[in-house]
């Protein structure tokens, strides 16, 4: 699977300014929403229910927030990079300044590579991160993203 799969380059936003955590999902469930006409406050709903299990900082300065979707058929990411780094309750305690949301089918595929391993794969290369945290426009934190193309899965 590559990241192209479920990004596109209109779904990609830089310098994002967010005073917090809830605040940011909220916001990023909209714009989620509103790609994939879905209702926001049920993407917000879902998305909050997945964080309140622990959250999806995963370290480094990224987080992962992701859901299952009743009626999404394919997987969803929105990229953003923000202009300020926040507290996300990360798993090493480092503030947030790489989101990438991802919304996924409720019922998963087994002959699908997982949507969320192949994002989680490409953000945790530090040099993937650099070309990320560098990027000076949208097309080129796409590029940045998407260039270590295939990420396939394991065997």
């Given at each position: 699977m590559e990241i192209s799969d479920l990004l596109s380059p209109t779904d990609v936003?830089?310098?994002?300014?967010?005073?917090?955590?809830?605040?940011?999902?909220?916001?990023?469930?909209?714009?989620?929403?509103?790609?994939?006409?879905?209702?926001?406050?049920?993407?917000?709903?879902?998305?909050?229910?997945?964080?309140?299990?622990?959250?999806?900082?995963?370290?480094?300065?990224?987080?992962?927030?992701?859901?299952?979707?009743?009626?999404?058929?394919?997987?969803?990411?929105?990229?953003?990079?923000?202009?300020?780094?926040?507290?996300?309750?990360?798993?090493?305690?480092?503030?947030?300044?790489?989101?990438?949301?991802?919304?996924l089918p409720e019922t998963a595929d087994s002959t699908k590579p997982n949507a969320l391993a192949c994002v989680a794969r490409a953000l945790r290369h530090p040099e993937a991160l650099q070309r990320l945290r560098h990027a000076s426009d949208r097309e080129t934190l796409y590029r940045a993203i998407t260039e270590r193309g295939v990420v396939s899965s394991p065997e």
């Amino acid at each position: 699977m590559e990241i192209s799969d479920l990004l596109s380059p209109t779904d990609v936003m830089i310098d994002v300014s967010a005073s917090d955590k809830s605040r940011l999902l909220r916001q990023l469930s909209g714009q989620a929403a509103s790609a994939l006409g879905l209702d926001p406050n049920h993407v917000s709903e879902q998305i909050a229910k997945r964080e309140e299990l622990g959250s999806t900082g995963v370290g480094n300065g990224v987080a992962l927030p992701h859901a299952r979707l009743t009626g999404l058929k394919a997987p969803f990411g929105l990229l953003v990079r923000l202009r300020h780094a926040i507290d996300f309750e990360a798993i090493d305690d480092r503030p947030v300044d790489i989101v990438f949301l991802v919304l996924l089918p409720e019922t998963a595929d087994s002959t699908k590579p997982n949507a969320l391993a192949c994002v989680a794969r490409a953000l945790r290369h530090p040099e993937a991160l650099q070309r990320l945290r560098h990027a000076s426009d949208r097309e080129t934190l796409y590029r940045a993203i998407t260039e270590r193309g295939v990420v396939s899965s394991p065997e």
